[in-house]
């Protein structure tokens, strides 16, 4: 069974500052995705970013980065020069590569940017 | 720019009526899956359907819930009888059914069962 856990309830960052989310999974598959959503006020799941877990090279996605730790199973993600339109929910969700491309959530971190 | 569209957007019902959600997955995607997200429990998964047939509807409590796929472009999931315990914002979400493509969302069902 693969788990997801966000060890951040909840987080502030100031406008313009830089934020890391944390986390971390379980799983014994070898092939699989990493991906972070972005939920608005709005409710819409906006993807944010995605890692390939044979790559060991570290996606970017303009501000937004991740740290991809395959041994330690972890999986941050950064966000650089924060701006209000970044206040939302973000989950950090797996997804094995063969077989069902179902996703694990993990329970979100709330980032609210401060102006 | 291709979305996942779900209907209605809100839903309030008493507590023994049926409820009926929709989904239109994005043109050409055949995994369409359907989550349900609550503040405790947060996002699970309650079915999921390849080409149309059911693969895994074990996060659904079988009693009252539903899924179903009458063609490509319909995916519905039916509650009856809902109670309050049910309300929660469902979400629809497709995918093209290869490892590396991420999941499409609708933007959900926020259903208040009273």
């Known amino acids: 069974a693969q788990t997801v856990t966000q060890s951040q309830p909840e987080m502030s960052v100031q406008e313009a500052e830089t934020v890391t989310l944390s986390c971390t999974y379980d799983t014994s598959e070898s092939n699989y995705y990493l991906f972070w959503y972005k939920q608005p006020p709005s409710r819409q799941m906006i993807l944010v970013i995605r890692?390939?877990?044979?790559?060991?090279q570290n996606a970017t996605e303009n501000r937004f980065s991740v740290n991809f730790q395959k041994a330690a199973k972890s999986f941050s993600l950064k966000i650089s020069d924060s701006q209000l339109g970044d206040t939302a929910m973000y989950f950090c969700a797996f997804m094995k590569r063969a077989g069902a491309n179902n996703l694990f959530f993990g329970t979100g971190t709330r980032l609210t940017v401060i102006p | 720019d291709a979305r996942v569209t779900q209907t209605p957007r809100h839903k309030v019902t008493e507590m023994g009526q049926e409820v009926t959600m929709r989904c239109q997955p994005i043109?050409?995607?055949?995994?369409v899956f359907w989550y349900r997200q609550t503040m405790m429990q947060g996002l699970e998964l309650l079915a999921y359907f390849r080409n149309r047939a059911p693969l895994d509807d074990s996060g659904m409590p079988k009693d009252r819930f539903s899924a179903e796929m009458p063609d490509a472009t319909l995916a519905t999931l039916k509650i009856q009888p809902s109670e309050p315990r049910d309300s929660a914002v469902y979400f629809c979400?497709?995918?093209?059914?290869?490892?590396?493509?991420?999941?499409?969302f609708g933007n959900g069902t926020r259903l208040t069962v009273t």
């Open positions: 979400a497709s995918g093209s059914g290869a490892g590396d493509s991420p999941l499409h």
């Open positions: 890692q390939e877990a044979y790559k060991q």
């Open positions: 043109l050409g995607h055949n995994t």
